[in-house]
Nanobody
């Protein structure tokens, strides 16, 4: 059974960068799309980005709020998907999750196709 574990979160100053990792175990990531999501206290979980499987072209889509600042990549040899975050803002703070789906949905905030989910990693952007 596929299991996902996120890592790489932490405290970073505004304008800084972080790279999150989503490592899979149990099954290989080859045939899965992986989405990244975040949730701040008191808010709903929102879609950040998604990367399709290599067989579907590994194409990505991102939320407008992070376009140009965040990028998503995958290394199937390491069973890992990355979220590279740059020019971080305080509003980027939250718990970041990754989750698997058959393919990326058209709308990044359509969460229904995704599961299983990782346990999340905390990102705090503050000076």
């Amino acid at each position: 059974q596929l299991q996902l574990v996120e890592s790489g979160g932490g405290l970073v100053q505004p304008g800084g960068s972080l790279r999150l990792s989503c490592v899979a175990s149990g099954l290989t990531l080859d045939d899965y799309a992986i989405g990244w999501f975040r949730q701040a206290p008191g808010t709903e979980r929102e879609g950040i980005s998604c990367i399709n499987s290599r067989s579907r072209g590994s194409n990505t889509n991102s939320a407008r709020s992070v376009a140009g600042r965040f990028s998503t990549s995958r290394d199937d040899t390491k069973n890992t998907v990355y979220l590279q975050m740059g020019s971080l803002k305080s509003e980027d703070s939250g718990i970041y999750y990754c989750a698997a789906a058959e393919q990326c949905p058209f709308h990044i905030n359509y969460l229904d196709p995704f599961g299983p989910w990782g346990q999340g990693t905390q990102v705090t952007v503050a000076s």
